[in-house]
């Protein structure tokens, strides 16, 4: 089983929809949670940090749920713009500290 | 946000010879420098993790003489392929993170190199 799992999509959906995305985790030790997106060809890029409470910035909300080892990322209103692969990322925090990616979830928004 | 820089940005090379790509953080000291690997549409393959001053640390299946990793300051890493082959063409991205695990990492641009 992989460390960090995520559907991998495609999602293609129309300009305006809500989108959601979910990540599995299987390492209980993992301490500190991350989306990132990237845009094809280019590095990845922080799009929001995971707090236990959850969050929000604008119009992407984040979730964590520890006891089910999942994290999930909700676009509102999408925008062309948001069309990208989010990355579900996982810092497991030991004595070697150790980042882990999902493989990713392709979004496609279309006019 | 934290600033990397990676060079080059691409390099093509024949089969054979060595690569060197640099990493560097700009504006904060990177305690921690990891490399990573991406093949078409696959997600970042985590190749080592270095810390300043010391070995670094190479993930399974990652050969540490075929990859060398120099983390010789808090500002710059290096990731040398050696005597490189076409399986080795690939999207390398570099990361950095300050002195706590709790920061976050922040990324370079990437090198793409190409093997002929």
């Known amino acids: 089983r992989k460390e960090v799992e995520q559907d991998p999509g495609p999602f293609n959906v129309p300009e305006g929809a809500t989108v959601a995305f979910n990540c599995t985790y299987s390492n209980s030790a993992s301490q500190s949670f991350f989306w990132y997106r990237q845009d094809c060809r280019k590095e990845p890029k922080l799009l929001m940090s995971?707090?236990?409470s959850g969050n929000e910035d604008g119009r992407f909300t984040a979730q964590l749920n520890r006891a089910s080892q999942y994290i999930s990322l909700l676009i509102r209103d999408s925008k062309l713009s948001d069309s990208a692969t989010y990355l579900c990322v996982v810092n497991i925090w030991s004595s070697a500290s150790k980042i882990i990616f999902g493989s990713g979830t392709r979004l496609s928004i279309r006019p | 946000g934290a600033v990397v820089s990676q060079h080059p940005s691409r390099v093509i090379c024949k089969s054979g010879t060595s690569v060197k790509i640099e990493c560097r953080s700009l504006?904060?000291?990177?305690?921690?420098m990891f490399w990573y690997r991406q093949f078409p549409k696959q997600s970042l393959m985590l190749m080592a993790t270095s810390n300043e001053g010391s070995k670094a640390t190479y993930e399974q299946g990652v050969e540490k003489d075929k990859f060398l990793i120099n983390h010789a300051s808090l500002t710059l890493s290096t990731l040398t392929v050696t005597s490189a082959h076409p399986e080795d063409s690939s999207f390398y991205i570099c990361s950095a993170r300050g002195q706590s695990q709790k920061e976050t990492q922040y990324f370079g641009p990437g090198t793409r190199l190409l093997v002929l």
């Open positions: 504006d904060f000291q990177a305690t921690t």
């Open positions: 995971v707090y236990s």
